[in-house]
C-alpha cells in the first residue's frame, strides 16, 4: 500500500492513530536482514492491546534479537474493517505496514474467550485460512498463548501450535527451531511434530478426540510421538528474566497508559472461582531492587508519569512498603504517581494506606466477591465484614468519600440470601460513613457496587459446576436491584447473555470449532463489546452446528469425567481440584500458600512460594 | 504525526520533555502538570512546517541550544525542533496562517469553479462551536489570499486566538455550494504569521 491510498484510508476513519504507527520506541527494521518475521496479534483494538503487558514483554523480547523482527497486529475497528474489505486491503502490521500473510508467524495472545471470533475474523482480513488443516504450506505458522490456551479446544482447529504457560523462553526455543526448518527447507507436518517435543508446546493437530454416547468426551490421545500430556512452562527466575526497557508510547490514549511494572506472578490466595490463582502458580516474586530500578528505567524511557505495580495481588508483595520507600525516593522529585491495583482487604494495613496516600487519592476498591461470610468461605475468599469495615473505617477517617465494590452473581450454592447480603454490606457501609465523626465534612458517600456473572473456568475447583441460566441470572440481578434502597450505593451489573457464551467457549471441547466458525461467517465480533455482542447469531450458529450450548455452561460435570483441558498440565492437580470443590461445597476455607501448603502439584518446578520458609 | 490530535499532541510533548531530562516548569496546582501551550492548534490530518510551542525552563541558565538538541534526539523522525528561543511576540500577534492544499488532480476546470467560489464578495456558512453551537460566519473577509501552482492552491487564512478560518471549512463550504465532486487533498500548514504578514517569532 503506498503511502497516499494509506493517508486517504487513515483520514477516513475514527481515530487513525490506532494504525498509523511509528510510535516512540515502536521498533523499524531491514526486513531483508532478518531470519524471522512475527506478527504479534491482539484481537482487539488498539487501546486495549497496547495496554497489555505480555505484548510488550515479548515485543521488546523478540525484537531483542536481531535475527527477529515483531511487528504488532490489532483488530481494525468496524469502520476500517468497512473500508479494508471494500478496496481489497489486506491485514497490515503497524510497523512495516507489510502484508500479515507475508509473515513467517502469526501470534495471538488470547487474553479472553470473548476475543475468539476476532481472531478468525483478523485471518480472514490478512487473507489466510482460518483451519489449520487449510494452511498447507509451512508459512505462514499460526501460534497462540495468554490465559485461555488452558483450554484451546474450542479453537483448537484453528491453530497450529499453542504455548502453555509464560512464554519468554518457550516462544524462543520455538523460533529456533522454526529459523533451522526454514533454512533446510522441511514440511510443515515435520516441523509441528518436532515442534511438539518441545515442552510448553502444545500442537493439537497431534490429538485425536473420541466421545461417549452421552456427548462427554471419552479420550483425548497424542498421535505421532506427541506427549500424552503438555505441561505449561513457567520462568523459575524472575531477577534473571528479560524485562523491557522501554515500552513503546502511544500517541492515543488507551486503556492502561502508564508504566506497568510487574512485581510478581502468581498468586497465594486460592480463591476457587479464580482462574488466574491456579494457573500461575506457583507465586515468584521479584526483588525490590529488580522491580526499583526496572521502574526507574522504563520511566526514563517513556517519559510516563504514572506507574502501576502489577500483580494478582499486590498487598500480598512481602516487601510492599520497603518497596515503596525506594520508589517514592524518587518518583516525588520526578512528579512521578505510583498506583498499587489488586489491593486485598485483610492485609491493607494503616501505614499503607498511609502511604498511598500520599501518592494519590482516587477512589478505593475491593473486591469481597460475595455477600455472606457462608458463601465468601465457599469461595475460599477469605476476608471477613469486619475487615471489610475496618479498612472502610480507616478510608474514610483518611478522606475517602468513595468506595467500590465488586461481586459475582451465580456462584455455586448462592441463595438469595447471599445476594441480600452484598446489599446489607453496600448499607453497613453507607451506615458507617455517616456514624463517623471524623468523617470529610459536607460531602456525601458513595458505594459502587459492580456485579459480574460468575463463569466457571477449567482449572478451578468450580470447574465441575454447573454456571446458572441467563433467566436466572436475570432474576438474580432484578432481585439484587430490588434489596438496595438508598441512592447513596449504585449498583451496576454486567450483561447476562455474554456471560453465558463465556462459559460456552471457557469450558467447550472441540466439537465448538464448526460453532465459532459458523459465528463469525454471520458477522460475530466484538463479542466482547456490548454494542456488537448478537447472542441471536450464536444461538443460530449453535443450531447450524446441532450443538447445545447448555450442556457446556449449564451441567455438572462428574468428577470422573474426562474434561476437554484434562491433557495440558498446569502443573495443579484434578485431584487437588476435587479436594477444593468437597471443601467448597462444606464451607472449608483452606490457608493460603505462606501460611500452609496445601500439596496442589505446584511444588514440581522446585521453585518460589513453594519453597520460601514458613 | 498527522494523525494525532491537538489533546494527544500536548500528552506526546509531555512526555517528550520529561524523556529528554530538561528542567521545565510544572504549573503549581493540585494536578501539576508541565505547562505548555501550542500557538494554534493543528487539526488531525494535517501537517505542519513552522509549529510554534511555549513553555517555561526553571533554570535561566539553562543552554537553549542543549534543549533544542535533546529536545530533538528524544523526538520520532516525523518531529523536528528547528529553533528555540525567548518569545520576541506574544503569540497574541499571530493573525494569519498560510495552508497549501495539494490535490490528487486538479483539472482546469476544478480550479476555476475554486476560483470562482473564493472570488464571491460572501459566502455564509455554518460554523460548529467548541460547545457544539452552530453559528453562521462569513468565510470570505477570513481568505487573506489564495493562488494556484501546478496541483496546489495556497491560502492564507485568519488565525490565531480570536478569529480562526480553518481550511476544512473552506472546502466543505465549497462542495456544498457548487456540488463539485470531490477531490482528495492533503493539507499542510506552511507558515504563521503575525499582524504585518511577517513570519512570527
Known sequence: MDNNEFEKLLLSVQKPGRYSGGEINSVIKDKTAVDVRFAFCFPDIYEIGMSHLGMKILYSQFNSRDDIWCERVFAPWVDLEALMRERGIPLFALESRDPVKDFDIIGFTLQYEMSYTNMLNMLDLAGVPPRSKDRTDFTPLVVAGGPCVCNPEPIAEFVDIFFLGEGEEVDLELIDLYKKFKKSGGSKAEFLREAAKIEGVYVPSLYETEYNQDGTLKSVTAQNGAPATVKKRIIKDLDKLYYPEKFVVPFIDIVHDRVVQEIFRGCIRGCRFCQAGYIYRPVREKSVDTVNRQAKCLCENTGYDEISLSSLSTSDYREIEPLLNKLLEWTTEKRVSLSLPSLRIDNFSDELLEKIKHIRKSGLTFAPEAGTQRLRDVINKNVTEEEILRTCKTAFAGGYTAVKLYFMLGLPTETDEDLKGIADLGQKIVDLYYALPERPKGKSVSVSISVSTFVPKPFTPFQFEPQITVDEIRRRQEYLKSQITTKKISLSYHDSATGFLEGVLARGDRRLCDVVEAAYKKGCRFDSWTEHFDLEKWLEAFEDCKIDPAFYANRTRDFEEVLPWDHLDYTVSKDFFIEENKKAKSAKTSPNCREKCSACGAACYGEGVCFEKR | ?201
Open chain 2, 1 to 201: 504525526m498527522k494523525f494525532v490530535s491537538h489533546l494527544d499532541m500536548n500528552r506526546f510533548m509531555s512526555r517528550l520533555v520529561s524523556r529528554a531530562g530538561i528542567p521545565v516548569w510544572y504549573t503549581e496546582g493540585f494536578n501539576r502538570h508541565f505547562y505548555m501551550n501550542f500557538a494554534v492548534p493543528l487539526s488531525l490530518g494535517f501537517e505542519g512546517l513552522y509549529e510554534v510551542m511555549d513553555f517555561k525552563l526553571t533554570d535561566d541558565d539553562y543552554s537553549l541550544s542543549e534543549c533544542l538538541e535533546r529536545m530533538n534526539k528524544v523526538c520520532p523522525p516525523d518531529i523536528e525542533f528547528f529553533k528555540i528561543g525567548e518569545p520576541k511576540e506574544s503569540m497574541k500577534e499571530i493573525a494569519f496562517a498560510e495552508y497549501r492544499l495539494r490535490f490528487e488532480a486538479l483539472s482546469d476546470e476544478f480550479a476555476e469553479r475554486l476560483t470562482g467560489f473564493l472570488s464571491q464578495k460572501s459566502v455564509i456558512c455554518e460554523k460548529t462551536g467548541k460547545k457544539g453551537r452552530v453559528k453562521e460566519i462569513d468565510i470570505i473577509p477570513k481568505i487573506k489570499s489564495f493562488s494556484f501552482d501546478g496541483n496546489e492552491l495556497t491560502l492564507i487564512l485568519n488565525a490565531g486566538n480570536e478569529d480562526t478560518l480553518n481550511p476544512n471549512l473552506v472546502l466543505t463550504a465549497f462542495y456544498a455550494q457548487t456540488a463539485a465532486p470531490p477531490v482528495f487533498c492533503t493539507v499542510t500548514r506552511t507558515m504563521l504569521f503575525n499582524k504585518k504578514l511577517k513570519p512570527f517569532e
